[in-house]
């Protein structure tokens, strides 16, 4: 198995904005961070740990290593995964799925906020704003229990062929449950070590801070765990299972299981999920630098969306999935 798939923990240091739908002056949130969020800090703190302005570089070489799935929120002891169901939105497993409503009350927090002017350092005016946060602890209701904190898990796949190589980072390791990068020059960067990483949105204020908590590798077989399963229980449910195809990462996805990830919507997959469908939106690298391109990736299938038959589907660097053809 060229792709070694790994289970990937994160701590919530500040609050999470990942951008998703902003009516007026209201911002939402999505309730997970996706992939591609995750390469760019990891590539971001890299950069800085290795001292040199390569990040377009350091970026295109960290994809020949790792393939980076989507992170939700862990807390109660359980992963919440978003899931489409007959009732509405809920997260979690069969036997213990909370409805948006009280996963929103338990994680989703706001803050008022106002744009300022940097030339004049004053408030700018009619710039009141309202921003969700994905908070770093439960929010209790009345009479709960004290506030837990909240994790971020997710998958990333790992490239262990000892052909790569790229320009300036040479090979990715797991070592003692944690991730190694080594570089052109000796230096040796290790994930449990790094500080600072941040994701999504606002984050000159100090928001999306997030520490690594723990890695561990998995089966292909074991990726069953991860996402939950309407017609059997998470936990013994082999509702999908990795192949290694022509050095891809290839998971074929059973009946009523669960999309843990964005699944592009074409005439492949339209005719076997059911769910919601959204137009993804982002910013690429541009002839002006990061972020200045904004960039169309078409219509996708949610994730939480149900599998109504046995599908096979590609996963690229951004754990983002396809359906390929038998």
């Excluded at 062929?161 to 190694?180: H, P, R, W």
């Excluded at 910013?283 to 990736?297: C, F, H, L, T």
């Amino acid at each position: 198995m060229n792709w070694r798939p790994y289970l990937l923990k994160m701590k919530i240091k500040s609050a999470l904005h990942i951008g998703y739908v902003k009516t007026e002056k209201y911002a939402n949130t999505r309730h997970y961070v996706y992939g591609k969020l995750f390469w760019a800090a990891l590539t971001s703190n890299l950069v800085q740990s290795f001292g040199k302005p390569k990040f377009r570089e350091i970026g295109e070489d960290l994809k020949k290593f790792i393939k980076f799935g989507y992170f939700f929120p862990f807390f109660d002891g359980k992963l919440h995964l978003p899931k489409f169901t007959k009732n509405g939105l809920y997260y979690g497993n069969k036997e213990n799925c909370i409805s948006k409503n009280e996963f929103e009350k338990k994680v989703i927090m706001s803050k008022v906020g106002i744009a300022i002017n940097p030339l004049t350092v004053s408030v700018e005016e009619e710039m009141l704003y309202h921003q969700e946060f994905i908070n770093m602890r439960t929010i209790p209701s009345f009479n709960e229990e004290p506030t837990k904190q909240i994790y971020l898990e997710g998958i990333i796949w790992i490239n262990e062929a000892e052909s790569i190589k790229g320009k300036f980072i040479t090979s990715v390791s797991y070592e003692e449950k944690n991730l190694n990068f080594h570089f052109n020059n000796s230096t040796l960067i290790s994930l449990k070590n790094l500080i600072g990483i941040q994701v999504g949105g606002e984050r000159s204020t100090g928001h999306g801070l997030i520490e690594f908590c723990s890695l561990k590798p998995l089966d292909g077989n074991e990726l069953s765990m991860f996402c939950s399963s309407q017609a059997h229980n998470e936990k013994t449910a082999n509702c999908c299972s990795q192949k290694d195809i022509d050095k891809e990462v290839i998971i074929e996805f059973e009946k009523h299981c669960i999309l843990w990830s964005h699944l592009i919507c074409n005439a492949n997959s339209s005719n076997n999920v059911k769910g919601k469908i959204e137009l993804l939106v982002g910013r690429d690298w541009g002839s002006n630098g990061a972020g200045r391109k904004i960039e169309n990736y078409g219509y996708h299938w949610s994730p939480g969306s149900l599998v109504l038959s046995p599908i096979k589907v590609r996963v690229n660097e951004f754990g983002i999935f396809e359906v390929i053809n038998e």
